[in-house]
């Protein structure tokens, strides 16, 4: 194995690949978040709204989280059926040995 394989292969790095955007909805909509990171080792993937940790509820929310390409992480928040107390700011955080990186997007639901 040469040494720019190993090295390749070795180091720890986590960069932000596709952040998350502000988004405006009104009542009743379908919401999906998305925020892509690119790292090594695999990192953590979590969800926040407003500094709270966002709860799997069947039904209501659910979060995804997969690998595209070897080191590039995809993680999808599924809001349905929103409303007015989803309006917030949403975080997607990975963490890996190397780093923690956060992007946040802010959700505005429309009064109905």
Known sequence: MSFLFYFLETRSYLIIDQP???VTRA???RLKL???F???PKPLIRWFKNEAMVEQVKGKTSIRVRSNQKDRFTSRLLISDVDIHDTGY???EASNSHQS???VGILI???G
Do not use: D, F, R, W
């Open 34 to 36: 998305k925020c892509s």
């Open 38 to 40: 690119k790292g090594h």
């Open 101 to 103: 990186l956060e992007t």
């Open 90 to 92: 949403y975080k997607c």
């Open 20 to 22: 998350l955007i502000n």
């Open 109 to 111: 639901v429309e009064a």
């Open 27 to 29: 009542p009743g909509q």
